[in-house]
C-alpha cells in the first residue's frame, strides 16, 4: 500500500476558475471589442515569460492590449481580469478538510502569473490551506515540462512515490506519472472525494 504524504492541487480549474486561459480572454474580446486574431497572436508571444515571471502584468499588457489606443484605461481591463477568478468552495472545502489530517502535507502547483497568482490566493481563501504555492511565476518554469514537476518536488523534499497531483487536464496528469507520482485526473468536487478516499485511504466527511 502507497502511504501518500504529499498532496499536490492545481489552482485553475480545480480550487477555482481558471484565471486567463481562453475562456477568460474570450470574453475580454467580447466586453471590450478586441480584434481576437490579433490579441491571440500578441497573447502566445509573451504569456510564457509572463507566467514564468520574465515579465510583469504591465509589461504583458503593453505588447497583448495597450499597444495602441484603446476607450478603456488600463485599470478598467485588469478589473475585468481579476474578476475572472471565481473560487470553486466545495473543492477548497475538501482542502481544507484534509489540513486536518496530520499526515499530508498541502501544496500547489499550477502555471499563473505573479500578479494573478497571488490575488487569486487571497481570493480563493486557500493561504492558510497550503503550506506552500509552487507557482510558474515562481518556478520560473511551467506545466508540463517534467522540469516544472522535478524543480516542485525538490523544493517541498517529496518523494514523488509518496506524492499524489489533483489536475484537470491530462497533459499535466502524465509526466506526473511518468516521475513516479500518484495523480487524479479532476473533473467535479462530486468525482474528487471518493478518488482521495480511495488513493489516501480515509473517509472525508460528506459536503
Request: negative net charge.
Amino acid at each position: 500500500m502507497t502511504t501518500i504524504q504529499h498532496v499536490f492541487f492545481d489552482i485553475g480549474g480545480v480550487l477555482g476558475s481558471n484565471g486567463w486561459d481562453r475562456e477568460q480572454r474570450s470574453r475580454a474580446v467580447e466586453t471590450f471589442q478586441l480584434d481576437p486574431d490579433d490579441f491571440q497572436c500578441r497573447h502566445e508571444e509573451v504569456v510564457g515569460e509572463w507566467e514564468e515571471g520574465r515579465i510583469t502584468l504591465d509589461e504583458y499588457l503593453d505588447i497583448a492590449i495597450f499597444h495602441t489606443r484603446r476607450s478603456f484605461s488600463r485599470r478598467e481591463f485588469v478589473d475585468f481580469m481579476l474578476a475572472q477568478s471565481i473560487p470553486n468552495e466545495p473543492v477548497v472545502g475538501i482542502a481544507r478538510q484534509l489540513t486536518g489530517e496530520s499526515r499530508f502535507t498541502l501544496m500547489t502547483l499550477n502555471n499563473e502569473s505573479d500578479e494573478l497568482n497571488r490575488h487569486r490566493i487571497e481570493k480563493f481563501g486557500i493561504g492558510a490551506i497550503f503550506e506552500a504555492f509552487l507557482s510558474s511565476c515562481w518556478l520560473g518554469v511551467r506545466k508540463p515540462t517534467h522540469r516544472f514537476y522535478q524543480r516542485a518536488l525538490a523544493i517541498a523534499q517529496a518523494d514523488p512515490a509518496k506524492s499524489l497531483f489533483i489536475d484537470d487536464r491530462t497533459q499535466n496528469i502524465a509526466p506526473a506519472r511518468a516521475l513516479g507520482m500518484s495523480a487524479i485526473l479532476f473533473e467535479s468536487a462530486e468525482q474528487l472525494r471518493p478518488e482521495l478516499e480511495r488513493v489516501l485511504h480515509l473517509d472525508l466527511p460528506g459536503a
